[in-house]
Structures are given as structure tokens and as C-alpha cells.
């Protein structure tokens, strides 16, 4: 059987006239089963269809979601460990914002990219995510905390352009009109800076908001902390990420993980700020969250000086409010307990 939330809607509608039905149904469902809420658990009984065409859907398509396995909470975050139907383990948050309630999802189990201030990147890559077991987060979150999503982080354990079509899939289901209809500008995929896939990313029909972790303000201390520099520096990361904002007309988000000591300074600030120049990229501040790594946390005066020194030369930045330290589900602290155990 296919995993019904694993498809978009135009290859939902493909999908519909290969098996010899109307791909007007395909609307239907789709809308149906995302944004008018029918009750999934019925199948497409729910639809009026004629039995034949029911009972044919209904051996077509799953309605499988990752099993909870376990559930942590506070006030303002909480975190779901997942288990997938090989037995392999993720983990995704839910951030309750101003704005709404945002979610972080994952995209594979473990990571490649091995950045050393990051416990994803302790894990070596088993397998990427399915675009249904990736929505099927965001749609396990829903039903758990019965909540609506209202922003979507493509930030959590994997690296999503390296598993790229399948995360693309995944973000057209989450932002789609007729889906969960999470506004696009409120969907952000993060990349490490696969530079051919921010060129492939900004030709989508309809890309979603991009951020990039860059986490450093020269090519000397990035290739330290993040192999993959060595491979797309930055003056081509940065090249891409202009070709998007042309493209898109969308900022770019440059995330920039506060390390004590390490990238911290003013004068990294200063830096920071001339590489940026007057591109229309702005940098999001994240203090760094313990890990086991050696890496220690910039102090919450250092981080206020380091966005002081940024807004002084042109330089929009913020500071991202801490989620889920507490949970061990914020920013760089995603691992999954078990499958660690199992390295």
C-alpha cells in the first residue's frame, strides 16, 4: 500500500488517472483529508464515492503515522520521539510562539554533515525520511497536542538538501493551500550550503522561506566546525543564496550559532558584517544549547554586544528565543536517545 500522506497534490492527481479515476477525486481527498479535517481513521468512505471506488481507494492508499514513543513537555516546548515502521527512531519539537505554534521536523535518520557543535552530527546517516514520515510529524504533533501548525522548521536531525526531493515533496504537502496551508513565508528549509541544491531549491514552483547555517564569518574557522565548507565555500554559498533572493524576492536567514570564544567577537562581528555587505540576507543569533561537544554558550551580554556590533554596520539581526533546552529538543540538541545507543 502508498503511503496517502507521502504525496502532493499534483501527484496525487497523477497518481488518481494512472489507476483509471477522475483526478477531480484527487482534490477532493486531499482537501478533505488535510484541511477540512475528515476523519482519517473512516478512509474514503467519507467522500460520497461510489463503494466500488471507495473500497478501491482504500487498497490503494495507508494512513500510517509514526508511533509515539515517548513525550516530554514544558511550558513552551515539547518533544516526540518517534518511532518509523522499520524501527528506526526521530525526534520533532513543537515551539509554542507568539505567533502560533511552530514545529521543527526531521528529514533523516542521522546526519552526514558532522558540524561539531551538533548532536545530530554525532550519528552517521542510516536512511532518508519518506515526504510521508517527514508531514507525518507534523501531523503526529497536531493530533497529540491537538494543535494547529502555524510554522514549519526544516532544522531538525538530517540535512534536508541532502535528502532533497523527498523534503521538497514534503514542504509542497505542508504548505499547500488544499493541505496543512502553513503559509510559505512560514515554512523554512535550513541548509548547511549544498550550493547546487539552493539553485535547485529556488527554481521549485513555489519555494518556501531558506535559511543557511553559516555559523562563521571566514572560510578558516567554517571548515573547522562544518566539513562541508570545504566542498561549497562561502563566496558560492553566498552566490546561490543571491540567486534565490533574485529568484523569490525572499530574504535569506544566515543562522549564526553563538560559540564562547570561538565566533563570539567583535571582530568576527565586524567581519560577519562586511562579507554580508548590502546583500538582502539578515543573520538570526542562536545561543548554543550543550550538547557533548566542547563547545560552551556565549553569554546572553556577549550575544547582545555581537547583534549590536552587526546593527552598527547595516546589518539586520535577531535573537532567537530559546526553545526546549530543558527537553534536550532545542537548536543542535535533536539525537534520538535510542538510536544513539545503538551507534
Known amino acids: 500500500m502508498l503511503n496517502f500522506y507521502g504525496f502532493t497534490l499534483p501527484k496525487l492527481r497523477k497518481h488518481f488517472e494512472e489507476i483509471g479515476e477522475n483526478p477531480a477525486k484527487a482534490d477532493i481527498v486531499f482537501g478533505g483529508f488535510y484541511k477540512d479535517g475528515k476523519p482519517w481513521e473512516h478512509g474514503f468512505g467519507e467522500f460520497g464515492f461510489a463503494e466500488r471506488v471507495a473500497e478501491k481507494l482504500e487498497r490503494e492508499f495507508s494512513f500510517e503515522l509514526p508511533e509515539v514513543v515517548e513525550k516530554t513537555e514544558d511550558e513552551s516546548a515539547a518533544k516526540l520521539l518517534l518511532r518509523l515502521s522499520d524501527g528506526e527512531c526521530i525526534e520533532t519539537v513543537l515551539m509554542r510562539q507568539r505567533f502560533g505554534n511552530c514545529i521543527c521536523v526531521s528529514t533523516q535518520v542521522g546526519c552526514n554533515m ?18 510521508a514520515e517527514i508531514v507525518g510529524q507534523a501531523l503526529r504533533i497536531s493530533r497529540e497536542f491537538s494543535c494547529r501548525i502555524d510554522g514549519v522548521s526544516v532544522m531538525g536531525i538530517g540535512e534536508p538538501f541532502d535528502n532533497f526531493e523527498n523534503t521538497a515533496d514534503a514542504v509542497s504537502i505542508l504548505s499547500e493551500d488544499k493541505g496543512l496551508a502553513v503559509g510559505r513565508r512560514h515554512v523554512t528549509v535550513s541548509t548547511c550550503g549544498i550550493v547546487p541544491k539552493i539553485y535547485e531549491y529556488a527554481e521549485l514552483p513555489q519555494p518556501c522561506s531558506l535559511a543557511i547555517s553559516l555559523h562563521a564569518p571566514d572560510d578558516a574557522l567554517r571548515s573547522e566546525l562544518m566539513p562541508i565548507n570545504k566542498r561549497y565555500p562561502i563566496a558560492e554559498i553566498f552566490k546561490a543564496a543571491e540567486y534565490y533572493t533574485k529568484k523569490t524576492r525572499h530574504r535569506v536567514a544566515l543562522e549564526y550559532i553563538m560559540l564562547s570564544g570561538v565566533n563570539d567577537t567583535d571582530e ?76
Open 114 to 131: 558532522a558540524c561539531k557543535f551538533c548532536q545530530s552530527g554525532l550519528m552517521k546517516k542510516r536512511r532518508d525520511l519518506t515526504p
Open 268 to 343: 568576527c562581528a565586524k567581519t560577519l558584517a562586511e562579507l554580508i555587505g548590502g546583500r538582502d540576507f539578515y543573520v538570526n543569533l542562536i545561543p548554543y544549547n550543550a550538547t557533548d561537544s566542547e563547545f560552551r554558550k556565549s553569554d546572553n551580554e556577549r550575544l547582545s554586544r555581537f547583534c549590536a556590533v552587526l546593527k552598527e554596520h547595516g546589518v539586520t539581526a535577531t535573537k532567537r528565543r530559546e526553545f526546549g533546552a530543558s527537553l534536550k529538543g532545542a537548536c543542535g540538541q535533536l539525537r534520538a536517545d535510542n538510536l544513539a545507543k545503538r551507534e
